[in-house]
């Protein structure tokens, strides 16, 4: 790539403003970083240089930040979100803000209020979501890295329709601070690379202690980088018997099956596992997520900050009026579901009954790996990625696109989707979940993945 003035960011910058501008845009980009907003030199660091785009739900300096509602349209925040400052410190560069689904809430980029961003590898179908555009940009070649953030499989799903690997880390991980919330006890940053090694690298860069965010562990950050090359050699890895029945696409599941002998072959023990409440996780996710999603968009009511409609009557006009035209249609009915599980003579029925059914599932995964299992292996999604307008009309079935991913945000265990293979030419992505604070063995046998499975896995 040539370099402008010293500074071959730029002209990273200048190729995806000019491939977005044409015919054959992805819509990846809600924003770019015009000239004066990037930097004239950078910090010697381990992402020295690197041009990085950062999903638009993380506040940043110098670029709007929107979270893809009309709510928050030319929305500049005063302050910038830990993960992007560890960014900057570290050598990258912000590129650019991308496409999302609205606040976070859905599974194709098709919630964005500024048009859905599209699946490189066939611009007829969705690139998932919510991190729709961050996945897109990866694996068009826009960026080698982008930020994420995952709340029920943001990072992975999109990860896996696209070909690109996706890793949401443990809760705690990384520094929320900055990350608008969608659903408080389930959000994560997560990282996008176009190799294993690419996301732990921009995974470790943004990891460690905050004391702005006080869900922020105070664990050390291990060396994800050099994990990369560790091996699988005396690790037990589980095949959950539950992620492998109805729903599954035959063929997604031919993929799987090559993964795990891939595994074995490389010195990994494969054991079959059971872990029995799962097919109680997306009902209880959707119920504890809209819950806490309702409580976070209070905030958003035309008074402090973003947009402002109506006010010519009293208080609650402006309120009505201001969400009734900011809010597209997917966050008004997660709010409208939170606020009913959250109400009076429902609480205990429903949100109560969702944290109960949360901590079973939490055990589950105690259970797997306190019996010598190291990680699992599974499905990160049922299909690969399915066509534009193909599940608008019908919220369940998006909602089950997740069907794999939620459990990892749930009990906050990291996980991480690597492609495995293709079918009829498009990525099937496998994910890895590992115990609390397990990063570095998600990074092993996503790095043994991509090494056996080789050009057949993108």
């Known amino acids: 790539m040539k370099s402008r003035g010293g500074r071959p960011w730029l002209a990273a910058r200048d190729q995806i403003r000019a491939s977005e501008a044409g015919p054959e845009s992805l819509n990846a980009f809600l924003a770019l970083a015009e000239d004066g907003d990037m930097p004239d030199s950078v910090p010697d660091g381990p992402l020295s240089g690197v041009p990085v785009a950062v999903k638009d739900n993380l506040v940043t300096a110098g670029l709007p930040t929107t979270c893809a509602s009309r709510l928050l349209e030319g929305y500049q925040s005063p302050f ?144 994800l980088r050099a994990a990369a090359s560790r091996g699988v050699g005396g690790l037990v890895v589980g095949i959950p018997d539950e992620y492998l029945r109805d729903g599954l696409d035959p063929a997604v599941r031919r ?26 996780a997306v009902p209880c996710y959707q119920v504890l997520a ?14 402090r900050y973003g947009r402002r409609s109506g006010g010519d009557g009293d208080l609650g006009d402006l309120y009505e009026v201001t969400r009734t035209e900011g809010f597209g249609r997917e966050v008004k009915r997660r709010i409208v579901l939170g606020t009913f599980v959250l109400s009076a003579g429902y609480q205990d029925r429903y949100y109560s009954q969702a944290q109960r059914v949360r901590a079973l599932i939490s055990a589950d995964f105690g259970r797997a790996f306190n019996d010598g299992v190291h990680a699992l292996f599974t499905p990160t999604t049922p299909t690969p990625a399915f066509r534009l307008g193909e599940r608008l009309g019908n919220p369940v079935q998006m909602y089950l696109s997740d069907v794999y991913t939620v459990h990892a945000n749930l009990s906050g265990i990291p996980a991480m989707s690597v492609p495995i293979g293709t079918v009829d030419g498009l990525p099937v992505g496998g994910q890895i979940m590992a115990p609390w604070w397990g990063e570095e063995t998600l990074v092993s046998i996503g790095a043994t993945l991509e090494a056996r499975l080789g050009e057949g896995a993108g």
């Open 80 to 223: 910038e979100a830990t993960a992007v400052r560890r960014l900057r410190a570290a050598g990258a560069v912000v590129i650019g803000k991308t496409n999302m689904d609205e606040f976070g809430m859905g599974s194709s980029n098709e919630h964005s209020a500024f048009g859905p961003a599209l699946n490189p590898v066939d611009r007829n179908r969705v690139p998932g979501g919510s991190s729709g555009g961050s996945a897109a940009a990866v694996a068009a070649g826009y960026v080698p890295i982008a930020l994420g953030s995952d709340t029920g499989g943001s990072v992975r799903q999109p990860a896996a329709f696209c070909g690109v690997v996706g890793v949401k880390p443990t809760y705690g991980r990384v520094s929320r601070y900055g990350l608008v919330a969608f659903a408080s006890s389930l959000d994560q940053v997560g990282a996008l690379g176009r190799t294993v090694y690419d996301a732990a690298r921009l995974l470790q860069a943004v990891s460690g202690h905050d004391p702005r965010d006080a869900t922020s562990s105070t664990r050390p950050v291990p060396d």
């Open 255 to 280: 993929c799987v099956d090559e993964g795990a002998e891939a595994l074995h072959d490389a010195g990994a023990e494969i054991r079959q596992v059971s872990l029995p409440h799962t097919r109680f």
């Open 290 to 303: 809209a819950a806490e999603a309702s409580s976070n968009l209070a905030r958003f009511d035309g008074v």
